[in-house]
């Protein structure tokens, strides 16, 4: 299996719908450093996180780069434009790997988003998209086709670990609590039909949490190499024994149901 560290830098690397005309954005922060940008098309319908490549350590990055697709689905199911669904982020709690934007920050314009890659990675102009976030011979992002007008989320929203299952689902999954001893770290989950299972984590002192959703990412492209579903990846960790980094499933924990990945991430802010 290829190691997720040679891939996480492009990630969030965000070439999809918004191939011309302005965009508008918003900086996103971690302990006070600009750490990537969320923006939304002035005239084209999309919205997408950029990274600022070397600010933080690429698997941190790469599950930074998942909240914010999870985040966009939600607001995109709530029926927010894209860029009230930028808007609704700002002033919110800071997570350890996704970052905040910062309370009272204004939207600012850039020409293109060519522009704002060089802002957020001066010199770096080529595509960087690996294969594994390629439609079969179409050359592009992964995305999904809308109705005109309707807009799209993009960039991380396909998100995938290198052979592994997408970190993202619209579709119903099944969802577990993970402990670290009487600590809830988070909920691990899998979709009912959707190639799709990740780990919705809490933030925590130490980012417990997000070590926790590293192990998980691992767990489940060793699933998905020895040919499990992604519902047979999560009922297998299931009353195994509790890992120092990914926690332990308790062997009685119910089994939940919720309509998508985005609405197990709402759990985590309770």
């Known amino acids: ?6 891939f996480a830098e492009h990630v969030e690397t965000p070439y999809g719908s918004v191939e011309r005309g302005p ?3 918003l900086p996103v922060e971690s302990g006070g450093e600009v750490i ?6 002035v005239k084209e319908k999309g919205a997408s996180y950029i990274r600022r490549l070397g600010t933080q350590e690429n698997r941190v990055g790469f599950a930074g780069a998942t909240v914010w697709s999870q985040r966009l689905l939600e607001a995109r199911k709530d029926g927010l434009s894209p860029e009230d669904a930028l808007r609704r982020w700002i002033g919110a709690e800071e997570r350890p790997q996704a970052g905040a934007v910062p309370a009272g920050a204004q939207f600012a314009e850039a020409s293109s988003t060519e522009e704002l890659r060089q802002l957020a990675n001066p010199g770096r ?3 960087l998209l690996p294969p594994w976030m390629r439609e079969p011979g179409s050359g592009g992002m992964q995305t999904e086709r809308r109705a005109p007008g ?3 989320p993009m960039g991380p929203m396909r998100t ?9 689902s619209d579709t119903p999954v099944r969802y577990l609590p993970v402990y670290e001893g009487d600590t809830l770290l988070g909920y691990v989950w899998a979709a009912e039909s959707d190639d799709a299972a990740g780990f919705a984590e809490r933030t925590l002192p130490g980012g417990r949490g997000a070590r926790a959703l590293t192990a998980w990412i691992r767990r489940f492209g060793q699933c998905k190499s020895e040919g499990l579903t992604p519902l047979q990846g999560l009922r297998r960790w299931k009353g195994a024994a509790e890992d120092p980094v990914a926690g332990r499933v308790p062997a009685d924990a119910p089994e939940g149901r919720a309509s998508d990945s985005a609405e197990v991430e709402t759990y985590t802010w309770r």
């Open 1 to 6: 299996m290829a190691d997720p560290e040679t």
């Open 36 to 41: 990537g940008y969320l923006y939304a098309g």
């Open 150 to 152: 309707e807009w799209e």
């Open 160 to 168: 995938e670990y290198p052979e592994g299952y997408r970190l993202v």
């Open 125 to 127: 102009a080529e595509d």
């Open 23 to 25: 965009v508008r954005y």
